[in-house]
């Protein structure tokens, strides 16, 4: 089977620097990709990496690691809007997400 | 572009019942996913619908069904309902080729009592 775990909860102050890590365990997969979901709201997708790396987007980066089977999401100058749960995700064929345990992200003034 | 839309919103059933959801893909997206959430197990891929066809199911019991028209429009259907599905269920478009970026509609919360 496919399992991804994430710490539960991770607290940061606005401006601050925060990572967001994810070990997996499967094979086979296309990349891994993070989703942000505030409360009460649906999951939004922030960033994939296909290959192993680095990739920017804006205050939002991604790194994967196949090799360590690991993975994190780095967010700089954090905002209070950032407060949300994050979810990483393996996909695989035929459009098969299968979600990490998920991130709660608290950010104080 | 208009997003995801799904119906209804809310939803409250007794055990034993049925119960169908419908969602509206993003125009030109012909891949409609299904995933389930609850606070104990997270978010659990449900099915995949490509062209009327479902392409990908996960580990649900066969209470839990689907389909999809040819206007990419889906619908699911949970028959006898139990407690346990009380969640939020949510439907997911994408363009073929990108199981990466999937795009969520609101959710519809289902409450069972």
């Known amino acids: 089977g496919q399992s991804l775990e994430q710490p539960s909860e991770v607290t940061a102050v606005e401006g601050a620097i925060v990572q967001i890590n994810c070990t997996y365990q499967?094979?086979?997969?296309?990349?891994l990709s993070w989703y942000q979901q505030h409360d009460g709201g649906a999951p939004t997708f922030l960033s994939y990496n296909a290959l192993d790396g680095l990739e920017e987007t804006g205050r939002f980066s991604s790194f994967l690691s196949r090799s360590d089977s690991y993975g994190y999401l780095l967010l700089q100058e954090l905002q209070m809007k950032d407060s949300a749960s994050y979810f990483c995700?393996?996909?695989?064929?035929?459009?098969?997400?299968?979600f990490g345990t998920g991130t709660r992200l608290l950010v104080s003034p | 572009k208009a997003g995801v839309t799904q119906t209804p919103r809310y939803l409250i059933k007794t055990r034993g019942q049925q119960v169908t959801l419908s969602c509206s893909p993003i125009s030109g997206h012909r891949s409609v996913s299904w995933y389930q959430q609850t606070p104990g197990q997270g978010l659990q891929f449900l099915f995949e619908?490509?062209?009327?066809?479902?392409?990908n199911k996960g580990n649900f019991p066969g209470r839990f069904s689907g389909r999809q028209f040819s206007n990419s429009r889906s619908e699911m259907n949970v028959s006898t309902l139990e407690l346990g599905d009380s969640a939020l269920y949510l439907c997911a478009s994408s363009l073929e080729g990108t199981p990466e970026t999937q795009y969520f509609g609101p959710g519809t919360r289902l409450l069972v009592l």
């Open positions: 995700a393996v996909s695989s064929p035929f459009q098969k997400l299968v």
């Open positions: 499967t094979s086979g997969f296309y990349g």
């Open positions: 619908y490509f062209s009327e066809t479902q392409r």
